[in-house]
């Protein structure tokens, strides 16, 4: 009977001790909402030794992709910069796209996207930073042929969600 009741002590104090591991937020309660400023373009699109892809208007998809993340999340509330808790500053530091499988033509078939921003997000009411990450970065990649293949506009798409989702885990996780 001791036996018995020492082993049920142990299953219980087993599987009441867990790792502590969560999904929810551990962004301050004081935090209710979020400006997200408009990005900075910084990537050197006229320097023609390092000719770069130019995305039209990467800079405004890549604030909005923030914003509709942070509204999916809900953790945040989506507010003006005069009456927000936090604000989130960026630039857009660079786009590459990168060859990863050439067929035995030497065609590109899968290539990666990466997207690299620096971020700061600033507390409003203390006039401080609560974290800045200089080199941010999201990727994607996708098929030129086969089945998976896919159109650079929807491997674009998928490259703005993969960095969204990240700030926004970033910002509320505090990962």
């Known amino acids: 009977m001791k036996r018995l009741f020492?082993?049920?002590?142990?299953?219980?104090?087993?599987?009441?001790?867990?790792?502590?591991?969560?999904?929810?937020s551990v962004i301050s309660s004081r935090y209710q909402?979020?400006?997200?400023?408009p990005f900075d373009n910084k990537i050197?699109?006229?320097n023609q030794d390092e000719r770069k892809i130019y995305i039209p208007q990467l800079e405004t998809k890549v604030r909005e992709?923030?914003?509709?993340?942070?509204?999916f999340d809900g953790n945040l509330k989506i507010g003006e910069e005069s009456?927000?808790?936090?604000?989130?500053?960026g630039q857009v530091l660079s786009f590459e796209r990168g060859e990863l499988r050439m067929t035995d033509n030497s065609d590109v078939k899968e290539y990666r996207l990466t997207l690299t921003v620096s971020l700061t997000l600033w507390d409003s009411a203390e006039k401080k930073n609560v974290w800045e990450e200089p080199s941010f970065s999201g990727s994607a990649t996708y098929y030129t042929?086969?089945?998976?293949?896919?159109?650079?506009?929807?491997a674009i798409q998928d490259l703005l969600t993969n960095l969204a989702r990240r700030v926004v885990a970033r910002t509320v996780e505090d990962w």
């Open 145 to 154: 042929t086969g089945p998976l293949a896919k159109s650079e506009a929807a």
């Open 44 to 46: 050197e699109y006229m």
């Open 33 to 37: 909402t979020i400006f997200v400023e």
């Open 65 to 71: 992709a923030v914003i509709d993340r942070m509204m």
């Open 83 to 89: 009456d927000s808790d936090l604000v989130l500053k």
């Open 6 to 24: 020492l082993l049920v002590l142990l299953l219980a104090g087993v599987s009441l001790s867990g790792c502590g591991y969560t999904t929810g």
